[in-house]
């Protein structure tokens, strides 16, 4: 009996000594979960290193491009969390897509635009912000471009942590415009060229707002405000995504295969026309067969845009890849161009295993660090359905269209914000011009107070006010930052 005792103690004891060994491991992989991430990154950053070594060669400034690969490497990942949440963020708000199949497509079509139609030519100094021959030797443009990509890449990097979608672009013009007045000198800076990147921070945004805006203007008054709903998709459906195939052949076109083929913007104006009729005579029959047996009610609608949204996501994150990989590797393939001629001036040919630690650093930061910006993008800007998140697609495509064709300056990170913002105003303004008009068909209504009114906003006033504060300050952020490292970089290199 005595023995038993013992036995039922000792297993007791056993059993408690095995919770508490449980209850450490589970603790224990929640503590190093969030190491994961920064984890599996900083492995990538050292095989990026380790391929700048192979693949550069044995030389005295092997070491410099090392280096440099190690902040390129950090600098695409930066731009995966931060950049790509504007594709896919509406289509995973909208319930379109899951977070993983965004984060699976983006992955693939990214690398493919960054591999296939990336930039085989860059301009050395980052579209002409500092004259070359302001740079007095090799060696003090090379550690300028080298301040540029570790500032920037910081600053977005604060940008992902605080929740703001900021443009790499701007963070990577801080970044050299910092630099080159740390170098060189104010005189060193176009000037020009800043004041239309500036103007940039108030066109992109508004034209993407106000296009987005119109587009769901049109499906409301068209598709949603109809009595049938259902007849009045089949009509304009088709419409509004031949809309979209040609809006976005156009832009692929300008944008995502102008490395590989030179195209006019008239001839892709041509493009897109061909592609859009061709799109709306093809869907016309598909949106007759899927709207049958569905219901006059709005949440029908959704079905009908579900595709094409998935579809719009896809092939931004294909034209994305091909134009900001250049903001990772572009400064990486200067100083590798340096390093190995001596030359500052003229166009940067961008080697192969460069734009390769480009497309694979910005999927790993998409799969890694990316779903944090695309549930604020996707969801808590505005609430979105796949309608709204159409709108948005499609006015990022339209937005860079009209753009080019009226020459000015636009960030596809601010369209996008911008849009989804405009999108969230408009449904504001929409609700309020329908209160008015039932209080005016029903006087009993009681009339809302101030405090209620402001309760049902649809655009989160805070994060509004937190994005646009990011996007004003990106470039001076970035380019005290990098004008600080230049001078660090040059005395420890002295």
Request: charged share 10%; net charge positive.
């Amino acid at each position: 009996m005595a023995q038993n005792d013992f036995e039922a103690r000792h297993l007791e004891t056993l059993d408690r000594d095995l919770g508490r060994l449980s209850n450490l491991e589970t603790a224990t992989a929640y503590v190093a979960r969030p190491m994961v991430g920064p984890g599996i990154a900083l492995v990538f950053i050292a095989l990026a290193g380790l391929a700048a070594a192979l693949f550069f060669g044995q030389t005295s400034n092997t070491m410099v491009v090392v280096i440099a690969a190690v902040f390129g490497a950090y600098m695409a990942l930066n731009i995966g969390a931060n950049d790509v949440a504007n594709n896919m963020g509406p289509a995973v708000g909208a319930n379109a897509l899951t977070m993983g199949g965004a984060i699976v497509i983006a992955a693939i079509f990214e690398s493919a635009g960054a591999l296939i139609a990336g930039g085989d030519v860059v301009k050395t100094i980052s579209k002409g912000i500092v004259a070359p021959e302001s740079i007095e030797t090799s060696a003090v443009f090379v550690w300028a471009m080298m301040a540029a990509l570790l500032s920037s890449a910081l600053w977005v990097n604060l940008a992902t942590w605080i929740g703001a979608p900021v443009s790499t672009t701007h963070s990577v013009v801080g970044g050299v415009m910092g630099a080159g007045i740390a170098s060189a000198g104010f005189g060193a800076v176009n000037w020009a060229t800043m004041g239309t990147i500036a103007a940039s921070w108030v066109i992109s945004p508004m034209l993407g707002g106000l296009i987005a805006a119109g587009f769901l203007w049109f499906i409301k008054a068209r598709v949603i405000y109809r009595q049938d709903k259902i007849a009045a998709a089949r009509v304009w459906v088709p419409v509004l995504v031949g809309i979209m195939a040609g809006a976005f052949a156009a832009y692929l076109s300008l944008k995502g295969l102008k490395h590989l083929v030179k195209i006019s913007f008239q001839m892709a104006l041509l493009i897109g026309l061909v592609g859009g009729i061709a799109t709306w005579a093809v869907m016309i029959p598909v949106i007759r067969r899927q709207s049958r047996g569905l219901e006059n009610r709005n949440k029908s609608l959704k079905v009908l845009f579900g595709i094409p949204l998935v579809v719009s996501a896809a092939l931004l994150s294909f034209a994305h890849g091909a134009n900001d990989v250049a903001n990772a590797v572009g400064p990486l393939a200067a100083i590798v161009q340096a390093s190995g001629s001596g030359e500052i001036g003229g166009n940067v040919s961008i080697p192969h295993w460069v734009m390769v630690i480009g497309a694979l650093g910005i999927s790993f930061g998409l799969f890694l660090f990316g779903p944090k910006l695309i549930r604020m993008v996707g969801s808590q800007i505005t609430k979105l359905n796949p309608m709204r998140a159409y709108c948005v697609a499609l006015s990022a495509a339209v937005t860079v269209i009209v753009a080019s064709w009226l020459g000015l300056p636009v960030s596809s990170t601010h369209i996008a914000v911008g849009a989804v913002f405009g999108v969230g105003f408009f449904r504001e303004w929409d609700a309020e011009r329908r209160l008015k008009l039932n209080r005016i068909a029903s006087p009993e209504r009681p009339v809302l107070g101030a405090e209620e009114r402001g309760r049902r906003k649809l655009v989160r006033r805070a994060h509004f006010m937190t994005i646009i504060a990011a996007w004003v300050i990106t470039v001076p952020a970035a380019a005290l930052m990098s004008a600080a490292l230049f001078y660090g970089i040059r005395a420890l290199a002295g």
